[in-house]
């Protein structure tokens, strides 16, 4: 089991910025995938941004070159750095880890959510 803490949501106006992190703990892997994905009132979650244990990063197209998203292997964390925002940017944010793993049976994949931090900007 992993388990992914959030923190660093709040209140913020538009064109501000805030930072998001989540720290993974418990059967960590050392190859995946981390990201924030995020959920509005009344509609799916959506993806924000990934980032790969190589660093390879992949975002929403709502969100370039307005976010970024880093992590630290060593501390299992996944930062998310966000600028200019809107408030159509307001949601739960969540954080995810995914990947694979070996076993005498065959590869097995893992998914695991964060509880979530509320981001607002209001307008």
């Known amino acids: 089991q992993v388990q992914l803490v959030e923190s660093g949501g709040g209140l913020v106006q538009a064109g501000g910025s805030l930072r998001l992190s989540c720290v993974a703990s418990?059967?960590?892997?050392?190859?995946?995938?981390m990201g924030w994905y995020r959920q509005a009132p009344g509609k799916q979650r959506e993806l924000v941004a990934t980032?790969?244990?190589?660093?390879?990063?992949n975002y929403a197209g709502s969100v370039k070159g307005r976010f970024t998203i880093s992590r630290d292997n060593a501390a299992n964390t996944v930062t998310l750095q966000m600028n200019s925002l809107e408030p159509e940017d307001t949601a739960v944010y969540y954080c995810?880890?995914?990947?694979?793993?070996?076993?005498?049976?065959?590869?097995?994949?893992?998914?695991?959510w964060g509880r979530g931090t509320q981001v607002t900007v209001s307008s």
């Open positions: 995810n880890q995914r990947g694979a793993y070996s076993t005498p049976d065959g590869p097995r994949t893992y998914d695991y």
């Open positions: 418990g059967n960590v892997f050392n190859i995946n995938t």
């Open positions: 980032i790969h244990t190589s660093g390879t990063t």
